[in-house]
């Protein structure tokens, strides 16, 4: 399986193609509202703030600030996100289709149930963050630290983690397809080693996984046994060598 090279991701706003469209919105956010071509800078969000159901459209959120947002069941639609701290937040159920996220922090969010699709998170840290029965398709985590992140019953297609640090992150009951490991810095899991079938890895991956792999599927490792038949013999041989001749 050759890899394949991720989509260009724009480095800074004005890279955006819609960038000189994009209108700035110093409102809050509001349960089942529409963002179309807005961008959001530096926007702080009260904790717990009442988002669910909300649409964003070619839209960038710029250093936002999200505590405890609940965000259920939101669109992303072709967003572009960047030195975004998202908090303790409810994204589950959500849809994010051709969106960027870039230098943010996702800790303890809830992703659940949702459905990612050409999606890149470049240089960020994702912790705690719950992506359990999620499908993710042809997402990129480059440049990433992911820590105790749960793909547990989640879909992987096309999946890559170039450069990404994979700490504790648990895989169990998870189905990998064209899963792409080649180029992460580390895998660890805290469990799911039998759900990485249907990834593809490197030949010093394979040996760094091999211990992990084997207590997963029950293998002891131990060196050949001497059947005791030749171990008798090799010592009447070395006895008869070390014996004087008469």
Known sequence: MTAQPRAAVAETLADLPYASALVPHAGPLEAEGDYDTVH????????????AGARFLESALTDCVLPGADLRAARFNDVW???CRLTGCTLAGGQWLDTAVLGSSLAGVELYDAVLRRV????????????RATALHD??????????VDFGEARLEGVSFPGTRIEQAR????????????????????????????????PAQLLDLAP??????????????????????ARTRAATRRSPSR
């Open 120 to 131: 890149t998170f470049l240089r960020c840290k994702l912790d705690s963050v719950n992506l």
């Open 171 to 202: 895989f169990g009951r998870a189905v990998l397809k064209d899963a792409d490991l080649r180029g992460a810095l580390t895998i660890d899991l805290a469990d799911g080693y039998e759900s990485l079938r249907g990834a593809v890895v490197t």
């Open 40 to 51: 959001l800078d530096g926007l702080h969000t009260p904790e717990g703030t009442r988002a």
């Open 81 to 83: 996100l960047s030195g």
């Open 212 to 233: 992990a792999l084997a207590q997963t599927l029950g293998l002891t490792v131990a060196e050949p046994s001497t059947p005791a038949g030749r171990a008798s013999g």
């Open 139 to 148: 997402v990129v985590f480059e440049d990433c630290v992911l820590r105790d």
